[in-house]
Nanobody
Framework: QVQLVESGGGWMQAGGSLRLSCAAS????????MGWFRQAPGNEREFVAS????????FYANVAKCRFPISRDYGDYLGYLQMNTLEPEDTAVYYC????????????????WGQGTQVTVSS
């Protein structure tokens, strides 16, 4: 089992930045990839970015390219999503996810999920 806890969400004005963190615990040695997803009210869950732990590959949705770099601190089992140039359309609950054998944008293939952290961007 892998447990994930997100932090770093909050309120920000448009144009500002926030950094989300995802703390992993449990069987962290089994984690193959870590991903970030978001869900706005009334919308379906949306892929944001993914990170392959072994090779360091990254994969981004168009909304996140060049704005939301994803990274990981291997020593402390932390994942990060640096959110820059925020827009009101980025308002959503952001979720961290982990998979033991999948790397990509299909949320249904991630086995472990955090509880989510709210990000609100005002214009």
């Amino acid at each position: 089992q892998v447990q994930l806890v997100e932090s770093g969400g909050g309120w920000m004005q448009a144009g500002g930045s926030l950094r989300l963190s995802c703390a992993a615990s449990g069987r962290t040695d089994s984690v193959y990839s870590m991903g970030w997803f978001r869900q706005a009210p009334g919308n379906e869950r949306e892929f944001v970015a993914s990170f392959m732990c072994s090779l360091g590959y990254t994969f981004y949705a168009n909304v996140a390219k060049c704005r939301f770099p994803i990274s990981r601190d291997y020593g402390d089992y932390l994942g990060y999503l640096q959110m820059n140039t925020l827009e009101p359309e980025d308002t959503a609950v952001y979720y961290c996810a982990a998979s033991i054998n999948y790397y990509g944008d299909d949320g249904s293939k991630y086995e472990y999920w955090g509880q989510g952290t709210q990000v609100t961007v005002s214009s």
